[in-house]
Structure formats: C-alpha cells, structure tokens
C-alpha cells in the first residue's frame, strides 16, 4: 500500500500556472503507475494523466492534453502535474492515486487505482 499526500494547490488567475507535488510513502511506488484525477462541485471525478513506472507512457485527458505535464521521480517518490494556460473550468479537487498493480499501463478508470490522496483545492479565477 502507498500513502499519498497532495500539496501545491491554491488560487490563480485565467493564464496562470500551478505546479502540483504527491508525495508518495510505500515501497512499491517505482514501480506503479501514478495519475492525477479531480472533480468539480457538482461533477464526477474525472481523469486528468497518468505516467507508468518508469514513465515510458504517459497519458492525457482531451481536456487538459498540450496544457498539463504528469512526471514523476522515483529516487524522491514523487509524482508532479505542472499545469499551465489555466482555465476556470480547470476548478477542482486534484488527487493523486496509485495502482497496486506492479508495471501497469495508464488508465482512465479510477477503479484501477487502489491508494489516494486527501486532495488539493484548485481555483482559477477568470
């Protein structure tokens, strides 16, 4: 099991950009996938990039692909998502989850991911 906490959320205006950090505890993190997820109010969760172990695939939401970067740094255990060209749409929750899975592909679905996050507050402001 790996233990996940989210940091570098916070408020930012259209335009900006937010650098968001997981910390991941567990010795099986190098060698899971990672992704980021977030849910509005009023909305369900929705996928957002994954990266595999050794991050040779990664993966994009149509929504956030050319803007988000997902990366990871398995000697510090942590996995990052820098977000750029912000939208007031991009207003959520973002949690970091992790498979249990050893050497998973990226996937979409959050059943896949076994471990989360608490979450971290997002607002972009138009």
């Known amino acids: 099991q790996v233990h996940l906490v989210e940091s570098g959320g916070g408020s930012v205006q259209a335009g900006g950009s937010l650098r968001l950090s997981c910390a991941a505890s567990?010795?099986?993190?190098?060698?899971?996938?990672m992704a980021w997820f977030r849910q509005a109010p009023g909305k369900e969760r929705e996928f957002v990039a994954a990266?595999?172990?050794?991050?040779?695939?990664?993966s994009y939401a149509d929504s956030v692909r050319g803007r988000f970067t997902i990366s990871r740094d398995n000697a510090k255990n942590t996995v990052d998502l820098q977000m750029s060209s912000l939208k007031p749409e991009d207003t959520a929750v973002y949690y970091c989850?992790?498979?249990?899975?050893?050497?998973?592909?990226?996937?979409?679905?959050?059943?896949?991911?076994?471990?989360w996050g608490q979450g971290t507050q997002v607002t972009v402001s138009s």
């Open positions: 989850a992790g498979q249990r899975t050893l050497f998973g592909a990226t996937t979409g679905k959050g059943e896949e991911y076994s471990d």
């Open positions: 567990g010795r099986t993190f190098s060698r899971s996938a």
């Open positions: 990266i595999t172990w050794n991050a040779g695939r990664l």
